[in-house]
């Protein structure tokens, strides 16, 4: 089965710095990759995601881009606000079988 | 946000009791999920379903049951013989080939 890692495990940046996760598939049946956001004790929600047919997306201060060839792909926030401190999931799916498999998070502090 | 639902928001357990969480879609999505969330670690499966009355085991079913008799509603038993059930549970659906959405959470504790 599909094997998704993540890193760094905890992310801790100034307000208005980059952040970047990074996470690495094993599967290459896998085609769609989603990042979630989970504030402490709610629902992950969905912030961007991307296709294998696709090497890069943004929107507003968030993009992902997918390097197929060696298999990861990488969230990137840029100008950081507090508001974005919260654990960040990645995930992958080959859309036969239909199971997700999640990274382990990254727990990611903005610091006014 | 709205569209998948999860019930009761908190739940107790007393050892040696089954349990079953509700969660309910009107999405009109095929396929739906259960997830466990332990405290500061990733989602891991449990069970799903892509359609009506099937389902697969996920990583981590023993101790699980589920059921899937209306595409609506998938809900979740946790038997007695499932020994740390202590957690935060979420249930998911998804369309086709596009993103899950989450429900809200049933968290979990055994007294």
């Known amino acids: 089965g599909e094997n998704v890692e993540q890193h760094p495990s905890t992310l801790s940046v100034q307000e208005g710095d980059s952040a970047v996760i990074k996470c690495t598939y094993s599967?290459?049946?896998?085609?769609?990759f989603p990042w979630y956001k989970q504030e402490l004790g709610k629902r992950p929600q969905l912030i961007i995601d991307?296709?294998?047919?696709?090497g890069e997306k943004k929107d507003q201060r968030i993009a992902v881009t997918l390097n197929k060839t060696a298999k990861h792909f990488s969230l990137h926030i840029t100008e950081t606000q507090p508001e974005d401190s919260a654990v960040y999931f990645c995930?992958?799916?080959?859309?036969?079988?239909?199971?997700?498999?999640f990274g382990t998070g990254t727990s990611l502090t903005v610091i006014p | 946000d709205g569209g998948i639902t999860q019930s009761p928001k908190y739940l107790f357990r007393k050892e040696g009791q089954n349990v079953t969480l509700s969660c309910e879609q009107n999405?009109?999505?095929?396929?739906m999920y259960w997830y466990r969330q332990d405290p500061g670690q990733g989602l891991r499966l449990i069970y799903y379903?892509?359609?009506?009355?099937?389902?697969q085991k996920g990583d981590i079913a023993e101790g699980y049951s589920v059921s899937r008799e209306k595409k609506e509603s998938f809900p979740l038993t946790v038997t007695s013989a499932q020994k740390n059930p202590t957690a935060f549970y979420l249930c998911?659906?998804?369309?086709?080939?596009?993103?899950?959405?989450f429900g809200p959470g049933t968290r979990l504790t055994v007294l």
């Open positions: 998911a659906s998804r369309y086709r080939d596009n993103e899950q959405f």
């Open positions: 599967d290459s049946a896998s085609n769609y």
């Open positions: 991307i296709r294998s047919n696709v």
């Open positions: 995930a992958a799916t080959a859309n036969t079988g239909n199971q997700f498999y």
């Open positions: 999405l009109n999505h095929d396929a």
């Open positions: 379903s892509q359609i009506v009355n099937d389902f």
